[in-house]
């Protein structure tokens, strides 16, 4: 009978300790990224962050209910631990969609949590390439005689484009389109002083720079598997190519210097990409052309 209540009592200190180490930190990627989580009522739940870490700058709070992590919902340690390892094997940002109060929020750690260098050049095994030609965007035609147009018409379709982000990319594009050839209707038309359609034409300009940011947010979410419902980060970069119309957009809004990670350059054998932060330059690009249209409407009221 002692020999068989030894064997329950130490059956029973034995399951205790799994449910104890099961109830404990899922500790996958904790010194890299600065955060451990633990499983609660099926649920993994932040336990600590520490301070200065990228989960700590990236918003990450403990008791945040992580929901979603890089596309998968783990509801264990194992499948916290095998995405936060896949992210981290294939350099890729941790995306997170965390439950903190009565609303989500989402949440992204870029690829320099796991530490080493950032990819800065693309090479070309091949022939020395032609000189790229610096692309200038094309105008596109002015509207049909019969559809009317006005300088306060052309600001209002200017206006609804910055921020424009829950319809996606091609009806933002299409928009773009739509309101300069708005813009380039005032000119043929004469219904604008030049002054006023020189400073709308860099309004529509600005849009249309964020369109090729748009494109390079979209390449890096296809390329680190981003999840639609999850922002892209800031800190994330893409390639772009000498005499691109990147660089000319670059060259010419010099605000968006602050974007550029490194500069492309051109060797005997091969050309290598710059690297540029498009999520950075979007919001930029909005800033600024909200800045110029705001100006453009302040002058227009004052007119007499």
């Known amino acids: 009978m002692a ?34 989580v633990v499983v609660r009522d099926g649920a993994v739940v932040v336990q600590d962050v520490t301070p200065g870490s990228p ?3 990236s918003g990450v709070r403990a008791g ?19 995405a936060v390892r896949d992210a981290r094997d294939g350099r ?61 018409s052309v600001v209002a379709d200017l206006g609804a484009l910055v921020g424009r982000t829950r319809e996606g990319l091609d009806p933002y594009r299409d ?18 002083p030049p002054e006023t359609v020189t400073e709308l034409r860099r309004v529509a300009h600005l849009h249309e720079t964020a369109v090729l940011a748009w494109q390079a947010v979209d390449e890096i979410r296809e390329r680190n598997g981003i999840a639609r419902r999850l922002p892209v980060s ?9 005499g691109s119309p990147v660089e000319s957009a670059i060259d010419e809004f010099d605000f968006l210097r602050e974007t550029v990670v490194t500069e492309p350059h051109g060797g005997r054998v091969a ?5 540029w932060r498009p999520a950075a330059a979007r919001r930029l690009v909005w800033e600024h052309a909200g800045e110029s249209l705001g100006r453009v409407a302040a002058t227009l009221a004052a007119a007499p």
């Open 3 to 36: 020999h068989a209540r030894n064997v329950i009592v130490l059956g029973l200190v034995l399951v205790g300790a799994a449910a104890h180490a099961a109830s404990g930190p899922c500790d996958e990627g904790r010194d890299a990224a600065g955060l451990a």
């Open 55 to 57: 989960a700590a700058t």
């Open 64 to 82: 945040d209910v992580v929901l979603q992590v890089n596309g998968a919902v783990p509801t264990s340690c194992a499948e916290w631990s095998r």
């Open 92 to 152: 890729k940002a941790l995306l997170l969609l965390v439950g903190r109060g009565d609303g989500e929020t989402p949440l992204a750690l870029g690829r320099r949590t796991w530490g080493g260098a950032e990819p800065t050049e693309i090479a070309r095994p091949a022939a020395p390439p032609a000189p790229r030609p610096r692309v200038e965007p094309a105008l596109p035609p002015p509207l049909p005689a019969e559809v009317p147009v006005s300088v306060g």
């Open 175 to 192: 928009a773009v389109t739509s309101a300069r050839r708005g813009v380039e209707t005032l000119a043929v038309r004469k219904l604008a």
């Open 234 to 242: 800031e800190a994330l970069s893409a390639p772009y190519f000498s």
């Open 271 to 275: 050309e290598s990409s710059g690297e």
